[in-house]
């Protein structure tokens, strides 16, 4: 995972001096992969996913809560025209921003039985949380209010992103445990606050942790627990305006369509192949 993003981070960047400081190539890929309205409205986490994109470009491991960020906090991903090579990386690196999501709940139950329970825990949370705020509730609520054909309503939900999160995640991965299916009201952060700001993110980012003489520099200010509270206030404030505008009747009908999806019986090509020998074994009964 940690190769396939840093090879999608250097195609968005193009070709770079070897001597570029990793610095500003962080900075240039969070920039890049963030709209200005979350660079606005939630600065602190902004900071925090370049500085982890500087932790990759350095080659540097990171926790698995650290990568479920990296894969999470951008709203601006996309996929990008990557030469293909022997190993066919360039499609990997494009499947990974397209089931970012789905790939962050895989990470998580593959580690979760080495991570403590609020750990465990609170990334559940964040990943759901970003899931639900990666689309537009409130103009999903208008185009699917008054009298709107059944049709319509299907379309909308079959083209969002917790569409997608949640078939692949029932379908193609088989995540069948159930309390891996966050619903809405169960993704706040505010139980998350203490734990994610003092005990996470603080030591690592902030002021207090430039007694480690292996960190040279420290993005995040003496207000950083300040704004990054503000930060997941303004995730949560956003979750709830979309709980307001309907979430949990869609998110319930969007069970359903990955139910009726997934029950619609498909014919892969050994089936098919079947199929074909069977009627053709039929045909020569009847003409026996």
Known sequence: VRAGLLRYFAALLGPTDSNTDDRKAAYDVALYTTT??????????????????????????????DLIDVLTIPD?????DIAADADDQGDFSNSIVRDRFSLAVDLLCCACFSLPEQTRESALRSIW??????????????????????????????????????????????????????????AFSSSDLDYLVSTRLMPQFGPESANNSSIQWKPLSTTTAL???NDYTDEDKHLQAAIDCGLDGYYSEILRLVAEQNSTPRLDDDDEVFASNDDESDDQMDTD
């Open 36 to 65: 200005p309205e979350l660079r606005h409205s939630r600065p602190a986490l902004y900071i925090v996913f370049s500085e982890l994109v500087r932790h990759m470009w350095n080659r540097r491991a990171l926790p698995v809560e």
């Open 76 to 80: 601006n991903l996309h996929t990008l």
């Open 227 to 229: 704004a990054l509270t």
């Open 129 to 186: 949380r970003r899931v639900f705020l990666s689309d537009n509730w409130p103009e999903i609520h208008r185009n699917t209010t008054g009298n709107v054909p059944d049709c319509v309503l299907r379309s909308e939900l079959l083209n969002t992103t917790l569409y997608h999160v949640l078939y692949s995640c029932w379908t193609t991965r088989k995540l069948a445990h159930p309390d891996w299916y966050l619903l809405p009201a169960d």
